[in-house]
């Protein structure tokens, strides 16, 4: 064995060598030798944070703009608070390690045979990892120094190709033992596709792409979980073919691209998304997953609508299975269709509304507002809230600027998630947080750790005193009506703005275009803390996109 690898060490390595470069942590005593010890020492950053979900949704945030995110956790007391964090970033396919610093050989052994319990068992040695089992594509338990490179190997491979989180259980005891060095580097396995499926898939989507005369391309989330971006431009170019994308995969390509047409998600869509997608006569939905957020009141034709997706290809009554979407796309430019003269939907200008600096804010008069200023340098999030229906319809034009939950939808994930998306952004790149009062309740002490470390993120807390989504999702004519909202949905309010002067960041508390404008001011300039910016709107006001239920 060679001298000067251990495990803790050999674990961080493997990390840095996929990218991370900040992991995001809460000390406990299981863990904090590996953090002092290990972590810092090889050259990644520690991010402490304020609790465990918080922390879980920074390092997804991280992971969906970096390829990788981590955080470390204690035994059960803390890794337990992480599971929807976990649960998030598995359902959406975000490549996320868990490392959980846990009670040693000695301890656990004690217990298990003696009843003396150690603080944080519940059960022994399987409680935490069978929690994990299933909410990660690997769950594994470094209790040997031996086996701990070939297991450490084994659950970062299946992280980086399935692009799923996983869970490491980093014993105590483990971590100073020696082990053997890491060797070559981890790459993701390959895509396989079976020949015949992909060869029929290939050849059946090809015939109708040269077939009809006004074909659309739905561009999904898996685009940008594969990194697939700059295929599916170049057959969106070669067939010369308008594509629209979902709220998920919001700006997977620019959105200022001639033949981006708008995001196709239900009755939310624009009229002239909703009129595309009627007319036309083929519809190629690339890595869309199909959620009741995609369709909202709208079903797709199935008829004329082929979904390539989780490895497989759906058209009508043809099914081609184990086709990588990767492949398939390969194989239909190969095919070199040419591409026919088609008049493309023109998109609806967008202009700065004539407001006055006395005119209250109202919910959709804030996103006309906030359109001028979303550019290329703008990195936009949305909470679960009606913030999904006012980001809809906004213009992001950089690539990957539009983070959003919108699958798993955790009310609250949006605040934390901008530590982490601040952390990997650009110098000149500004982060826009858009989040509903009852999310923000939720996450608030985010701004704790984006102070710390001096992240500028804008945060706006649209506060209109009530859950929003959940009033419209059971009874949306409330809006619309006298009738009172349910009292569930009812939050108590805060004082948003004074959360600044807690934690130590700048506020601004808004009900008008002109106050809305100072405070938009003042954020742009400010580059060490976040920007806490209150948004006082009418509580029955809501994005004219979401009306539809109401009716």
């Not at 060598?17 to 950053?45: K, T």
């Not at 086709?323 to 194989?331: F, K, P, S």
């Not at 229906?389 to 798993?408: K, T």
Request: glycine share 8%; net charge negative.
């Amino acid at each position: 064995m060679t001298e000067g690898c251990t495990v803790g060490r050999y674990l961080v390595d493997r990390l840095r060598q996929l990218g991370l470069e900040h992991l995001f942590a809460i000390a406990g005593d299981y863990s904090i030798e590996w953090l002092n010890r290990c972590v810092a020492p090889g050259g990644v950053q520690i991010v402490e944070e304020v609790n465990e979900v918080n922390a879980g949704y920074a390092a997804d945030g991280y992971a969906r703009m970096k390829g990788i995110g981590a955080l470390c956790v204690t035994y059960s007391a803390g890794a337990l608070c992480a599971v929807n964090a976990v649960a998030g970033a598995y359902v959406e396919k975000v490549p996320l390690v868990l490392i959980n610093g846990t009670p040693s050989v000695k301890r656990t052994i004690t217990f298990e045979q003696t009843g003396y319990s150690a603080h944080h068992f519940i059960s022994g040695r399987q409680t935490d990892l069978q929690s994990f089992e299933n909410l990660t594509v690997a769950a594994i338990r470094i209790d040997s120094p031996d086996l701990a490179p070939t297991l450490i190997d084994y659950a970062l491979t299946r992280c980086i190709s399935e692009r799923r989180p996983v869970y490491v259980e980093l014993l105590q005891d483990m971590v100073d033992l020696e082990c053997e060095p890491p060797t070559g580097l981890l790459k993701p396995a390959r895509a396989l596709s079976d020949p015949t499926s992909l060869e029929q898939s290939v050849a059946r989507i090809s015939a109708q792409l040269e077939s009809c005369e006004n074909p659309l391309i739905w561009l999904g989330v898996e685009i940008d979980r594969l990194g697939l971006q700059d295929k599916a431009m170049r057959l969106i170019q070669q067939l010369n073919v308008p594509f629209v994308t979902e709220l998920l995969s919001k700006s997977v390509l620019s959105e200022d691209e001639g033949l981006f047409a708008g995001v196709l998600d239900g009755q939310a869509s624009s009229t002239t998304v909703l009129d595309l997608a009627d007319a036309s006569d083929f519809v190629l939905a690339l890595g869309v997953w199909l959620t009741d957020i995609n369709s909202l009141g709208w079903d797709p034709d199935y008829d004329k609508t082929a979904f390539a997706s989780f490895d497989a290809v759906k058209f009508g009554t043809f099914f081609g299975g184990q086709v990588a979407l990767e492949h398939l796309i390969d194989g239909i430019l190969a095919q070199n269709i040419p591409a026919k003269e088609r008049k493309l939907p023109e998109k609806p200008a967008r202009s700065v509304p004539a407001v006055s600096d006395a005119d209250v804010i109202t919910y959709q008069g804030f996103y006309n507002y906030m359109q001028q200023y979303i550019d290329t340098d703008t990195i936009v999030s949305a909470d679960a809230s009606m913030n999904y229906f006012g980001s809809l319809l906004l213009d992001v034009p950089r690539p990957g600027g539009f983070v959003v939950q919108s699958s798993y939808s955790s009310i609250g994930y949006s605040g934390p998630a901008a530590t982490g998306i601040c952390l990997v952004k650009g110098p000149d790149q500004k982060v826009m947080v858009f989040s509903g009062d009852g999310g923000f309740q939720m996450t608030a002490q985010c701004l704790s750790t984006q102070t710390r470390f001096r992240l500028a993120p804008i945060i706006f807390v649209i506060d209109n005193g009530v859950y929003a989504v959940e009033q419209w999702l059971a009874d949306a004519g409330v809006f619309h009506s006298d009738e009172p909202f349910y009292k569930p949905c009812l939050l108590h309010r805060w004082n948003y703005t004074a959360l600044a002067e807690v934690f130590g960041c700048q506020g601004w508390e808004v009900g008008t275009y002109g106050e809305l404008r100072e405070a938009m001011a003042g954020a742009r300039e400010n580059a060490s803390t976040p920007s806490l910016i209150q948004v006082r709107v009418p509580d029955k006001t809501i994005p004219d996109n979401a009306n539809w239920k109401a009716h």
